[in-house]
T-cell receptor, first 110, second 114 residues
C-alpha cells in the first residue's frame, strides 16, 4: 500500500483564521514532508521530518507551523496566512527512495 | 545552485508513438533520479526511479541515466491519450536519515493525440 492521505481536500480561510492540514501514512516510512505547489510550477519543499524530528525548514514563514505527533501523522498549522499562500499543499513520505505524495489540500486564502 | 532542466513543452506525439522526455542536472553529487507524472489538478505520482547508469524498464516506461553526461530521460512506448500529463524530473541528494532532498525540474507537458 503506497497511500498517503490528506485532509481536508479543499480549504478556504480568511487571513485571521487558524486552521490545520493533516497527513497520514501507514507505510512505515520514517521521513515525511510538506511541499507547496503553485499552478504550473514544481513542488517546493517546506519542511522535512526524519524519525519524527524536524530536520529541514526551508526558511518558511512562521505563519506555517509543522507538527509530527507520531511516525504516521504530520500536521501543518496555519495562522494569519496571506492571499499569496493560496496553493496546493502536498504531504509526502519516503524510506530511502522516491517520495510518495498524498492527494494534497487545495488552500484558498481570502 | 542545484538546477534541474527540462523542456517545458508541450511535447505532442500521436497515439502509439514513443514519447521521449529529457532532463539534465547540474549537481554531480546527485545520487537518485525520479520521474513523476502529474495530471492537471492532481498530485505528483512516482512512476520511475533510477540510481545507477543504464536503462531501467517498467512496463511501457524506460528510464535512462548517464551520470557522466548528467542526463536522465524517460521513454514512454505505445503512448496512450491517458499518458497526457506533466512529467516532472526530480534529482536527489542524500540528506541523511532516510530521505533524499529532491530538486524538481519545471516539468514537461506531454500531449498524446488519438
Amino acid at each position: 500500500d503506497t497511500e498517503v492521505t490528506q485532509t481536508p481536500k479543499h480549504l478556504v480561510m480568511g487571513m485571521t483564521n487558524k486552521k490545520s492540514l493533516k497527513c497520514e501514512q501507514h507505510m512505515g516510512h520514517r521521513a515525511m514532508y510538506w511541499y507547496k505547489q503553485k499552478a504550473k510550477k514544481p513542488p517546493e519543499l517546506m519542511f522535512v521530518y526524519s524519525y519524527e524530528k524536524l530536520s529541514i525548514n526551508e526558511s518558511v514563514p512562521s505563519r506555517f507551523s509543522p507538527e509530527c505527533p507520531n511516525s504516521s501523522l504530520l500536521n501543518l498549522h496555519l495562522h494569519a496566512l496571506q492571499p499569496e499562500d493560496s496553493a496546493l499543499y502536498l504531504c509526502a513520505s519516503s524510506q530511502a527512495g522516491g517520495k510518495y505524495f498524498g492527494p494534497g489540500t487545495r488552500l484558498l486564502v481570502l | 545552485q542545484k538546477e534541474v532542466e527540462q523542456n517545458s513543452g508541450p511535447l505532442s506525439v500521436p497515439e502509439g508513438a514513443i514519447a521521449s522526455l529529457n532532463c539534465t542536472y547540474s549537481d554531480r553529487g546527485s545520487q537518485s533520479f525520479f520521474w513523476y507524472r502529474q495530471y492537471s489538478g492532481k498530485s505528483p505520482e512516482l512512476i520511475m526511479s533510477i540510481y545507477s547508469n543504464g536503462d531501467k524498464e517498467d512496463g511501457r516506461f524506460t528510464a535512462q541515466l548517464n551520470k557522466a553526461s548528467q542526463y536522465v530521460s524517460l521513454l514512454i512506448r505505445d503512448s496512450q491519450p491517458s499518458d497526457s500529463a506533466t512529467y516532472l524530473c526530480a534529482v536527489g541528494v542524500d540528506s541523511g536519515g532516510s530521505n533524499y532532498k529532491l530538486t524538481f525540474g519545471k516539468g514537461t507537458l506531454l500531449t498524446v493525440n488519438p
